[in-house]
């Protein structure tokens, strides 16, 4: 029976032996992702001139910085005090937050009046006890006489379709919503969906 010493010094040379190998291994699938380059070494005062370039760049990024942080707080602060209802990190995220927002909305092209429209108009045929067709079912169909219209022809039919889209789009976008009506409209649209099937 082995004696604890003995397992003692067992796992130690397991251990040596799997690090070993494990070193082995990365040895032999790193090298060739080395690419041995020659390197001219640096004098001591090309260093220490590298080194005092590197902290005066690190001493300038931390002043702008910090410089940065003090005009986002003021304006931050200005936001809470013109506004108040949150805290002054709710505004200062907010801030931050401004340039991952969508700013500019993509415009309507010809091609989305149209199949708005084509929508509209196959939605309108349905039945009471029919499904209404989605968008991405009619666009394959609705893409093959699309680009069998001449551009004169895809401009006459869209002229009056894309102010039609716009200002749904912008009522989307700017109207006010009213949460009771929404969810009421919801409930009624789920229930009739519901006594469909």
């Not at 907010?94 to 199949?115: D, F, H, M, P």
């Not at 039945?127 to 004169?152: C, D, F, I, Y």
């Amino acid at each position: 029976m082995p004696t604890f010493s003995n397992t003692i010094q067992a796992l130690k040379r397991y251990r040596t032996l799997s690090r070993k190998l494990l070193a082995d291994i990365n040895q032999r699938r790193t090298h060739w992702l080395k690419k041995k380059q020659r390197s001219v070494k640096k004098t001591a005062a090309e260093k220490e001139e590298a080194k005092v370039k590197r902290d005066a760049k690190r001493e300038a990024y931390e002043q702008a910085l910090g410089r940065a942080a003090k005009l986002l707080k003021d304006k931050a602060v200005k936001l809470w005090e013109q506004f108040g209802g949150h805290t002054l990190q709710y505004y200062k995220e907010s801030i931050l937050q401004v340039g991952r927002l969508k700013v500019e909305a993509r415009g309507v092209s010809r091609w989305n009046a149209y199949l708005h429209h084509q929508a509209k108009l196959a939605n309108e045929s349905c039945g009471e006890n029919e499904t209404t067709r989605r968008v991405h079912e009619l666009a394959a169909a609705l893409k093959e006489q699309w680009n069998g219209m001449s551009p004169e022809e895809k401009i006459a039919l869209t002229d009056p379709l894309l102010e039609e889209l716009k200002e749904i789009r912008a009522n989307t976008t700017y109207g006010r919503r009213n949460v009771l009506i929404e969810s009421f409209n919801d409930a009624t649209q789920s229930l009739l969906t519901m006594e469909r099937y």
